[in-house]
């Protein structure tokens, strides 16, 4: 098949026969993807780095910190951006931009010279990587059309919930084997290689109209993003939210958030995102357990490898591999969903994969009786195809019934309370765990280190098991909100005009296809 036009993207030629994907998405999304992997893998890679680069600069954990709060701080402030800059200059310019600004913030990174220098550029990165997670959505949400999205979703979920998994590993080897300057030099040359693709294979989107930036909306959401997501790392590292550096950013960010949304409701012009989007239930409900999902996956996220390291004493690359299991079930579950994103019913999906999820998390708060590896390990193989089950069609379901021009601001939206989701998560679990830590310490810590115990000691061991309820609540909590999906996702016209692409006839499972439970077939 020919390139994709430039106007239209590949969803807009020939409508496919078969169940099968677009050859031209399919090379789209691989493109895409190129880009995308080197973020969130230098994401998780930088994670277990701090601890190294502190002292080879020789400072504390509280300045080598804004290595990754410089980073989480530019990305919050760029996202909101994202929407705008797709309708003002197109997907491909944009997805350009950021590929240049990542490249140059990595090269900058590997050769930083200090502390205060690499923070620097972290930030600069941050502009880049922030930019980039949420075109890639906006960018194939466009391409493949209503009939085609739910597949698709599911294909290019894959990266990005094993990148998590496989970062720490990366970063460990990376680190023990060579020197920290790669974790960040690694990039140059996929960011290279991705660049030069994006140029030869994305086509231009950038539509004839001009579409003014609302100025006031940017100037109270972006500062507000940013300092809320300050404010809830900072509870996470102060052990709590009364301290004054933990509630003084709070409240200004709560407040300049409150603003934006009374000016995006009340504005005649076109709000940097649209709020007016959630009066369609689909993308209320994915929006709502996207912000869920932040909660309980990145809070998941962090507590888990922390808990290898602090309690059974492993080193990063150790806990890393043990987090394993959950990208071997994350992989059986799409192997499930992608042949039939199209035709599985999407509450059912999302219900059963929260539930999943939820029990995939319930053998770790039993970390005060010492559960054996190999059902800890089984534990995170079923919350991966939990998972794998969960997000897809929540996905998905973002941009049912929507226009092709409100699919940016939709993924905007999407994003931003994504992010908000996991520093809120992540930061309830910190503070929980501190709290859990003292409390467990008075009882048992003194006895423990007069007996010689180590950092593994039994209190310990219950102070996380306690904390673990909470992503196993947050997921429970999401299952409501999956009946606020449409049941189905693939081809839908009903709530509105189709996201893009043609009509499309309906699927048929093949013959030879096993049957599937009631709960997920038509």
């Not at 996991?422 to 810590?445: E, F, K, M, P």
Request: aromatic share 6%.
């Amino acid at each position: 098949m020919s390139s994709p036009s430039p106007a239209t993207g590949p969803a807009t030629e020939a409508a496919p026969k078969s169940d099968k994907l677009d050859p031209a998405l399919v090379r789209l999304a691989l493109v895409i993807l190129v880009g995308v992997v080197a973020v969130q893998l230098d994401a998780t890679i930088t994670s277990v780095a701090i601890d190294t680069l502190g002292r080879k600069f020789d400072v504390g954990v509280s300045t080598i910190q804004w290595v990754s709060t410089g980073y989480l701080l530019a990305l919050a402030m760029v996202i909101p951006l994202t929407g705008w800059s797709v309708e003002r200059f197109g997907g491909k310019r944009m997805w350009i931009l950021s590929l240049i600004l990542f490249l140059a913030g990595s090269t900058l990174c590997g050769v930083a010279w200090s502390a205060s220098s690499l923070i620097g550029f972290r930030v600069l990165q941050g502009l880049g990587g922030g930019l980039l997670l949420p075109l890639m959505q906006t960018i194939l949400a466009q391409a493949a059309g209503p009939a085609q999205l739910p597949k698709l979703m599911a294909t290019i979920s894959v990266p990005a919930i094993l990148t998590p998994i496989l970062g720490p590993v990366i970063g460990g080897v990376i680190i023990d084997s060579i020197s920290w300057r790669w974790i960040f030099l690694i990039n140059i040359p996929v960011c290279i290689i991705a660049i030069i693709l994006a140029i030869r294979v994305l086509p231009d989107t950038r539509q004839d109209e001009r579409h003014p930036l609302d100025l006031l909306g940017l100037a109270l959401l972006s500062p507000g993003l940013a300092v809320a997501v300050y404010g809830f790392s900072e509870a996470g590292s102060k052990g709590g939210f009364g301290h004054s550096q933990v509630l003084v950013p709070l409240l200004i960010g709560l407040v300049l958030l409150a603003l934006f949304v009374v000016h995006a409701l009340r504005t005649r012009a076109e709000p940097i995102i649209d709020l007016r989007l959630l009066r369609n239930h689909a993308f209320l409900g994915s929006t709502g357990l996207m912000f869920l999902f932040g909660m309980s996956l990145y809070g998941a996220m962090f507590l888990t490898p922390l808990f290898e390291q602090v309690v059974r004493g492993r080193d990063a690359t150790g806990a890393g591999l043990l987090l394993a299991p959950q990208g071997l079930g994350l992989g059986i579950g799409l192997i499930l969903v992608a042949p039939r994103a199209n035709r599985l019913s999407a509450r059912g999906m999302v219900a059963i994969g929260l539930i999943l999820t939820a029990l995939g998390s319930v053998a770790y708060t039993q970390a005060g009786h010492n559960p054996s590896e190999w059902l800890l390990g089984s534990s995170l193989a079923v919350r991966g195809i939990g998972m794998a089950l969960s997000m897809i069609p929540t996905m998905t379901a973002t941009y049912h019934g929507l226009r092709h021009d409100q699919i940016p601001r939709a993924t905007t939206t999407s994003r931003i309370l994504q992010q908000i989701g996991g520093s809120i998560g992540t930061a309830v679990l910190a503070v929980v765990l501190a709290t859990q830590i003292r409390s467990h310490a008075g009882a048992g810590g003194e006895a423990a280190a007069a007996s010689g115990g180590g950092p593994g000691t039994h209190w310990l061991a219950t102070a996380f098991g306690t904390t673990f309820w909470l992503p196993v609540i947050f997921s429970v909590l999401s299952v409501p909100l999956a009946f606020l999906i449409p049941n189905r996702l693939a081809g839908a016209e009903g709530d509105g005009q189709p996201a893009a692409g043609p009509d499309l006839a309906p699927t048929q499972r093949p013959s030879d296809e096993p049957a599937l439970p009631a709960v997920l077939a038509d």
